[in-house]
């Protein structure tokens, strides 16, 4: 239930960690699951730009499986993004932008 509601996690290789947006350290990273053509922990990564290169650029384990061949579109809150609001994937639409941190709140149309 917490992959469906908060999104993939995977958990960072050796003792490796990256410090979030509110400074706790983590040693596991939010994954842009939808991303098929990611392949290291760096690429896959659902981080601010800020603290990507905390991520190690080693290859993600081969258990973890991302990409979705679903035709149907999903539709996902609970990223906090910053910047202008882009399209993360033809199919995929984020819509928790992080209000609560002063960004914007999204919609879809």
Do not use: C
Not at 54 to 65: D, I, K, N, R
Not at 95 to 108: D, M, N
């Amino acid at each position: 239930m917490e992959a469906v509601t908060k999104g993939q996690e995977v958990t960072l290789p050796g003792k490796k960690q990256f410090v979030d947006h509110e400074g706790t350290p983590r040693r596991e990273v939010r994954v842009r699951w939808w991303d098929e053509g990611a392949s290291t922990y760096r690429d896959a990564a659902k981080v601010p730009s800020a603290r990507v290169k905390q991520l190690p650029a080693e290859a993600l384990p081969e258990s973890v499986s991302l990409g979705t061949d679903s035709p149907v579109p999903v539709f996902v809150g609970h990223y906090w993004l910053n910047g202008t609001p882009t399209i993360q994937h033809p199919r995929i639409a984020v819509l928790g932008y992080g209000a609560a941190i002063h960004a914007p709140l999204v919609a879809y149309r």
